[in-house]
Every structure is written in structure tokens, then in C-alpha cells.
């Protein structure tokens, strides 16, 4: 940027704590905050367990509003918008008395999470940066912080309030709209903000078409419509990816404590101690992907994003394979390793090779179509479940997983650079 050349890096400092605290206080702290709610409402765990695939559904069957509302009425409206639907969804399940209250307040929590979350962050970023994968990696790793970080926040907050978890969540409420008000405020008018995107696309275009052939990074040198990328196979192979990684991602975090107490239990060790163990594996896991994001974002402008996903979706194979026969703890690790660095990885080499492929215009619309799968994905935990129940054991559902990672990981390998029509 040649004016203001600092205020691209204060966006991605307050998207980067948007993101923080939305995953912190939705996917990061609901599994903490549950147990005082269902003990002061009475719900059954299957009843309040619930709540996490609606949470999920509707953040994915949602991606496709932020697109149409930023087209409409900015970023800035939309920011404002999310940060009110979120808050509205923390505060229905403040005030939760019924299942319906708080199924209705976690719907409105995942709509919420697209409105101000990855898909208007990644489109204001991509329009401030030419370099982009570094700036994708410290915004996604904030993510990953967020996710580790939102136990720690919900154990705290709760613990001053004496388990006071309507409090906690009212406090979320006002965090969310304070917050999104804010990214709002500094994103500024859309004049400014399209005078930055029209900088950046001259930019890109010009060193892509300076670009030698066997440049190791490809970028396209023309921008591709939503139509012209629905008919190239390297779109779906993408969401084959997005898919694959939310799929394990939610699955790992749903069933791997109690596949892991069960296979302790089967060895002999207490159901204590192997669900203390598996519970620290959960966390090692979560900091793998924090590394794998500020990795790839180091290495996103230097090494094409496809060999990073391309080892993102080998490290989910090997992570699923390890998690099926868990038995020890090398085994432990690895797994572990394997789901951490491949979860962390895959979104951020997604974004930047959607990007690299389709150029910045249409990649609100080719984002938000890639996020969709994400209502799909939140069966994972169903279908395991069921697997368990007819087969006697989760590691069947794993390494059905491993194969269709495996599937995806083959179809990298294979792909190439979309050709212009």
C-alpha cells in the first residue's frame, strides 16, 4: 500500500481478535460451559450435546449470506450485522429455559460466526495484501489460539461468578459486539476499502504476468468469474479438501476422548487415567494446528500451496490410522501430530490456492460456496456414533475417514493450475 501502509496490519490485528474470541467463546467453551447448564435445567446430555450440530449446521448451511449481504451493504454492515447475531445468539442461551431458547441461540451463534468471522475477514485481507499467505496464516492461527484458549476463558470467568454461566455468556454477548463494532469502525468506507483492492489487483496481475512459467508459486493473471470456476475440476477438489478437513476436525474432536478412554479401558488402564490422557492428546492436537498456520503462512508465498495441502491431507491419514489403533502412546502422539498439522494446514493452503487460481473478485462467492460443506461435515459425529453402535468401535469410522482423505490427497497430487478458457 502506498498510503497508510501500517493500517492493513491494524485490520488483521482486529480481525485476528475477532476471530480469537468468536471461535473462544462458540466452539472453544460450550463443551465447558454445558455441564452447569445442564445441571441447573436438567437436560439429558444427548439433549444438550445437541446444541454443538446445530451450532455447526448453521454455520455452514449460512456461508452463503455473508457474500450477499457484503455485496449489498459492505463490509462495515455486515461486521455490524454479525456482531449483533451473535450477540442476540449468546444471549438466548443466556436466558436458555427451554431446549428451543438455547438450539435457537446456537443457531443464531453459527449464522453469527460466518457474518464476522472467516468469510468477510478473508475478503478484507485478500484486499489489502499481495502477499498473502503469511497474513492468512497469523489470522487463522488466532483461530487455533482461540479454540485452545476458550476452555481456559469459560473455567475462568465461570470460576469468578461462582458457575454463574448465564453471566458468562451475557459477558460474550457484549465481547461480540464490542469487537465486531470495532473491525467495523476500522474497516472504514467501501471507497477506501475498493481503492486498496484495485492497488493489490494491479499489483498481482502485473508480477503474475512478469512470472517466469516454472514460477514456484503459480498465480493467475486474470480474474475468473463464479461461472468459469464451477466448471474447472480444481474447484471441487478444493472443497473435496475443505470437506475433508472439517469432517475429521469435528469428528477428532467430538469422539477421539472416548475411543481413547475405551481403548484404555480394553488395556487395562483405568477410565480415569485414559481419559486424562486423551484429553491432553485433544490439546497437543490443537497446538499442532496453531503451529501448521504459522508454518504455512510462512511458507505460502515461497512453496506452492498445493504441496502444502497435499501433505495437510497425507498428515490427516496418518493421523485418522494412528487414532484407530491408539493403544499406545506413541501412537497417541502421532495421531495427534497428524490431525493437528493436517486440520491446521488445509484451510489456510485452501484459501490462498482459491485465491491463487481464481484471482480476488469472485472469491467472496467462491469462498463462501467452499464453506457449505461445513452443514455436511457436522454428521461426522453421527455417522461415528452409529458405526460405534453397530460395530462395537469408533476406529472403523476412522479409518473410513483415512480413505476418503487418501481420496483427496491422490486428487492434489494430480492437480494442476486451472487454463484459462
Given at each position: 500500500?502506498?498510503?497508510?501502509?501500517?493500517?492493513?496490519?491494524?485490520?488483521?490485528?482486529?480481525?485476528?481478535?475477532?476471530?480469537?474470541?468468536?471461535?473462544?467463546?462458540t466452539?472453544?467453551?460450550?463443551?465447558?460451559?454445558?455441564?452447569?447448564?445442564?445441571?441447573?435445567?436438567?437436560?439429558?446430555?444427548?439433549?444438550?450435546?445437541?446444541?454443538?450440530?446445530?451450532?455447526?449446521?448453521?454455520?455452514?448451511?449460512?456461508?452463503?449470506?455473508?457474500?450477499l449481504?457484503?455485496?449489498?451493504?459492505?463490509?462495515?454492515?455486515?461486521?455490524?450485522?454479525?456482531?449483533?447475531?451473535?450477540?442476540?445468539?449468546?444471549?438466548?442461551?443466556?436466558?436458555?429455559?427451554?431446549?428451543?431458547?438455547?438450539?435457537?441461540?446456537?443457531?443464531?451463534?453459527?449464522v453469527?460466526?460466518?457474518?464476522?468471522?472467516?468469510?468477510?475477514?478473508?475478503?478484507?485481507?485478500?484486499?489489502?495484501?499481495?502477499?498473502?499467505?503469511?497474513?492468512?496464516?497469523?489470522?487463522?492461527?488466532?483461530?487455533?489460539?482461540?479454540?485452545?484458549?476458550?476452555?481456559?476463558?469459560?473455567?475462568?470467568?465461570?470460576?469468578?461468578?461462582?458457575?454463574?454461566?448465564?453471566?458468562?455468556?451475557?459477558?460474550?454477548?457484549?465481547?461480540?459486539?464490542?469487537?465486531?463494532?470495532?473491525?467495523?469502525?476500522?474497516?472504514?468506507?467501501?471507497?477506501?476499502?475498493?481503492?486498496?483492492?484495485?492497488?493489490?489487483?494491479?499489483?498481482?496481475?502485473?508480477?503474475?504476468?512478469?512470472?517466469?512459467?516454472?514460477?514456484?508459486?503459480?498465480?493467475?493473471?486474470?480474474?475468473?468469474?463464479?461461472?468459469?470456476?464451477?466448471?474447472?475440476?480444481?474447484?471441487?477438489?478444493?472443497?473435496a479438501?475443505?470437506?475433508?478437513?472439517?469432517?475429521?476436525?469435528?469428528?477428532v474432536?467430538?469422539?477421539?476422548?472416548?475411543?481413547?478412554?475405551?481403548?484404555?479401558?480394553?488395556?487395562?488402564?483405568?477410565?480415569?487415567?485414559?481419559?486424562?490422557?486423551?484429553?491432553?492428546?485433544?490439546?497437543?492436537?490443537?497446538?499442532?494446528?496453531?503451529?501448521?498456520?504459522?508454518?504455512?503462512?510462512?511458507?505460502?508465498?515461497?512453496?506452492?500451496?498445493?504441496?502444502?495441502?497435499?501433505?495437510?491431507?497425507?498428515?490427516?491419514?496418518?493421523?485418522?490410522?494412528a487414532?484407530?489403533?491408539?493403544?499406545?502412546?506413541?501412537?497417541?502422539?502421532?495421531?495427534?501430530?497428524?490431525?493437528?498439522?493436517?486440520?491446521?494446514?488445509?484451510?489456510?493452503?485452501?484459501?490462498?490456492?482459491?485465491?491463487?487460481?481464481?484471482?480476488?473478485?469472485?472469491?467472496?462467492?467462491?469462498?463462501?460456496?467452499?464453506?457449505?460443506?461445513?452443514?455436511?461435515s457436522?454428521g461426522?459425529?453421527?455417522?461415528?456414533g452409529?458405526?460405534?453402535?453397530?460395530?462395537?468401535?469408533?476406529?472403523?469410522?476412522?479409518?473410513?475417514?483415512?480413505?476418503?482423505?487418501?481420496?483427496?490427497?491422490?486428487?492434489?497430487?494430480?492437480?494442476?493450475?486451472?487454463?484459462?478458457?
Open positions: 500500500m502506498t498510503q497508510d501502509r501500517f493500517r492493513p496490519w491494524l485490520l488483521l490485528a482486529a480481525f485476528s481478535l475477532l476471530l480469537f474470541l468468536i471461535t473462544a467463546s466452539y472453544g467453551s460450550l463443551g465447558v460451559v454445558l455441564p452447569a447448564m445442564i445441571g441447573d435445567l436438567k437436560w439429558s446430555f444427548t439433549e444438550a450435546f445437541a446444541g454443538f450440530a446445530v451450532l455447526g449446521v448453521f454455520t455452514g448451511a449460512s456461508s452463503w449470506l455473508p457474500a449481504l457484503i455485496r449489498r451493504i459492505g463490509v462495515r454492515g455486515t461486521l455490524v450485522s454479525g456482531g449483533a447475531v451473535l450477540a442476540a445468539g449468546f444471549l438466548g442461551m443466556a436466558n436458555a429455559e427451554s431446549l428451543f431458547s438455547y438450539y435457537a441461540g446456537a443457531a443464531a451463534c453459527g453469527g460466526f460466518q457474518m464476522a468471522a472467516l468469510i468477510p475477514g478473508t475478503h478484507v485481507l485478500s484486499s489489502l495484501f499481495r502477499q498473502r499467505a503469511l497474513p492468512f496464516g497469523l489470522y487463522f492461527t488466532f483461530g487455533s489460539l482461540g479454540g485452545a484458549a476458550g476452555p481456559w476463558m469459560a473455567l475462568t470467568l465461570m470460576g469468578a461468578s461462582h458457575d454463574d454461566w448465564r453471566l458468562y455468556w451475557i459477558v460474550q454477548a457484549a465481547l461480540a459486539a464490542a469487537v465486531g463494532l470495532l473491525c467495523a469502525l476500522m474497516v472504514g468506507g467501501s471507497r477506501w476499502l475498493a481503492a486498496a483492492a484495485h492497488e493489490v489487483d494491479l499489483e498481482v496481475e502485473e508480477a503474475a504476468r512478469a512470472a517466469p512459467a516454472n514460477a514456484r508459486v503459480y498465480r493467475t493473471a486474470r480474474e475468473w468469474t463464479v461461472a468459469e470456476a464451477l466448471r474447472t475440476p480444481q474447484f471441487y477438489i478444493l472443497v479438501a475443505y470437506f475433508s478437513h472439517l469432517l475429521v476436525g469435528v469428528t474432536a467430538s469422539v477421539s476422548v472416548s475411543h481413547l478412554t475405551e481403548l484404555g479401558v480394553a488395556a487395562g488402564v483405568s477410565a480415569v487415567t485414559a481419559g486424562a490422557l486423551a484429553a491432553k492428546m485433544l490439546s497437543l492436537e490443537s497446538l499442532m494446528q496453531t503451529l501448521a498456520r504459522l508454518g504455512g503462512g510462512a511458507l505460502g508465498d515461497r512453496v506452492d500451496p498445493r504441496w502444502l495441502l497435499a501433505f495437510a491431507q497425507g498428515m490427516l491419514v496418518v493421523g485418522l490410522l487414532l484407530g489403533r491408539a493403544t499406545t502412546p506413541p501412537l497417541m502422539v502421532l495421531y495427534a501430530i497428524g490431525t493437528g498439522v493436517g486440520f491446521g494446514l488445509t484451510v489456510l493452503a485452501v484459501t490462498v490456492l482459491l485465491l491463487n487460481y481464481y484471482g480476488r473478485r469472485s472469491n467472496l462467492e467462491l469462498f463462501s460456496l467452499t464453506c457449505l460443506v461445513g452443514a455436511v457436522a461426522g459425529p453421527f455417522v461415528a452409529a458405526m460405534r453402535d453397530r460395530l462395537g468401535s469408533f476406529s472403523p469410522t476412522f479409518q473410513l475417514f483415512a480413505a476418503v482423505a487418501a481420496v483427496v490427497f491422490v486428487a492434489v497430487l494430480a492437480m494442476r493450475p486451472p487454463k484459462a478458457p
